[in-house]
């Protein structure tokens, strides 16, 4: 409690303005006073909005609020919407907007996601440089995914805290049941996750499955072994053994050892996580991506399936965040997986794609135009790709049926 009452004062000391909300239906109560008497030494603007006001006259009910003196009370209703957007008008009058404020684009987001308690808030205070959100050693302190800003070096970044998840039997779930689809959601939203580990818990089955679902959502990784403090040698290559065995499917990923409390190897992590940020969102022009592919076949070419060689032909690039490279050619239904990891191998070494899921696609090319004569284009695959995915990630959050 103290905790929170703490970034709650925090907050009022670096806002631009200050909402304070009352509840109409139990009139003023004795905190109410205490925060309105807090809050008349704001430096900022202060709006009083009482609340639950649907269906009442805003006179009558707002009388009893002059008396905390903080101007004129505003009857809203936030379940109903009821006086929200003149609220809204009224507070943001103050503040034009900045056009190139609102173009966010090419800001790397990073959501930092992990089991409960491995230290995620400890890490985006350590990042950020100050207290923002709360740490503390109990499992389940952070419920909702939290979004921070903040810049390094000249260098704007947004970080997203998240509740720490486990997995139960199918499904995974938070300490606090409805946090898990926040944190899923905080995923897909983001460009790039660090995965937070505990070096002080063993690497689990759990950390594998979330490490799975990062990569089928197909988002940027980096790993963050973190607590590395205080760790005698020995313990410290026991975990890295037990990584290497556990987390081989993450080969693709940088892992960085840190420790969040001491703010150690910080840095390393950020550059890792900028240069999986620029993977995720490369661009891959056709000419180099075929040479590449020419270059591959050349060394190693596709086994036959059946009568036929896959043939190859050129590769273009079909989406970014993760990239997408799709493949054109002749028989290409035939081509084999491991062939096709051969090929994404190829493609990785190639372009220097570090920390970022590749995806390979097959086009079989039919010498015509897919799309003639028709009011509208298939879906392309990647949107295909991503509307099963969501569907998936539903079923995953609420188990089956
Ligand atoms: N020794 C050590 N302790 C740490 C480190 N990072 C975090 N901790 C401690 O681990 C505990 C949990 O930290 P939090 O940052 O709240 O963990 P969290 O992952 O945000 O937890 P949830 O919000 O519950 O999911 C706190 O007591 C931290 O002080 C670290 O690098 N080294
Ligand atoms: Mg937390």
Same mark, same amino acid.
């Given at each position: 409690m103290a905790e929170m009452a703490r970034q709650t004062l925090q907050a009022i000391d670096e806002a631009d303005a200050v909402i304070f909300m009352v509840d109409a239906r139990n009139g003023i109560t004795v905190q109410d006073k205490v925060i309105a008497d807090r809050l008349r030494r704001a430096a900022c603007p202060v709006w009083l909005a009482v609340n639950k006001a649907e269906g009442m006259n805003p006179a009558v009910i707002t009388a009893e609020f002059h008396e905390l003196a903080l101007g004129e009370p505003l009857a809203i209703s936030g379940a109903h919407g =009821?006086?929200?957007? =003149?609220?809204?008008? *009224?507070? *943001? &009058?103050?503040?034009?907007?900045? &056009? /190139?404020?609102?173009?966010?684009?090419?800001?790397?987001?990073?959501?930092?996601?992990g089991r409960p308690n491995v230290g995620k808030s400890t890490l985006v205070n350590a990042l950020v440089g100050e207290e923002r959100v709360i740490a503390f050693d109990q499992p389940g302190t952070t419920r909702d995914s939290i979004y921070v800003d903040f810049e390094r070096d000249g260098k704007p970044f947004t970080l997203i805290d998240t509740a720490g998840v486990r997995r139960k039997g199918k499904v995974f779930e938070t300490v606090e049941k409805f946090s898990v689809i926040k944190t899923l959601q905080a995923i897909e939203d983001a460009n790039v996750v660090v995965l937070v580990l505990d070096a002080r818990e063993n690497i689990s089955d759990q950390d594998a499955h979330l490490a799975g679902f990062i990569l089928e959502a197909g988002r940027a990784l980096v790993v963050a072994v973190n607590k590395w403090d205080g760790l005698s040698p020995d313990q410290r290559d026991d975990i890295k053994r037990d990584i290497g065995r556990k987390l081989a499917f993450l080969d693709f990923a940088r892992f960085n050892y840190i420790s969040a409390l001491k703010a150690k190897g910080l840095d390393t +992590? *950020?550059?890792?996580? /900028? $240069? $999986?940020?620029?993977? $995720?969102?490369?661009? *891959? #022009?056709?000419?180099? +991506?075929?040479?590449?592919? &020419?270059? $591959?076949? &050349?060394?190693?070419?596709?086994?036959? #399936?059946? +009568?036929?060689?896959?043939?190859?032909?050129?590769?273009?690039?079909?989406?970014k965040n993760p990239p997408v490279i799709i493949l054109h050619g002749n028989a290409l239904e035939g081509l084999r997986d491991d062939y096709k990891r051969y090929l994404e191998s190829s493609f990785r070494k190639a372009f220097k794609l570090q920390g970022t899921p590749l995806r390979i696609q097959v086009k079989e090319d039919t010498g015509k135009n897919p799309y003639e004569g028709k009011a509208r284009a298939p879906l392309t695959e990647s949107e295909a790709t991503r509307m099963r995915r969501k569907k998936r990630v539903r079923r995953k959050v609420y188990g089956a049926g």
């Open positions: =009821d006086g929200i957007t =003149d609220l809204v008008n *009224l507070a *943001l &009058e103050p503040f034009p907007v900045d &056009e /190139e404020k609102t173009d966010d684009f090419g800001i790397p987001k990073i959501a930092l996601v +992590l *950020l550059k890792d996580v /900028e $240069a $999986a940020h620029a993977a $995720a969102f490369i661009k *891959l #022009s056709t000419p180099k +991506l075929t040479r590449v592919l &020419e270059m $591959a076949v &050349e060394q190693h070419a596709p086994p036959k #399936s059946g +009568l036929f060689r896959p043939k190859p032909r050129y590769a273009h690039q079909g989406g």
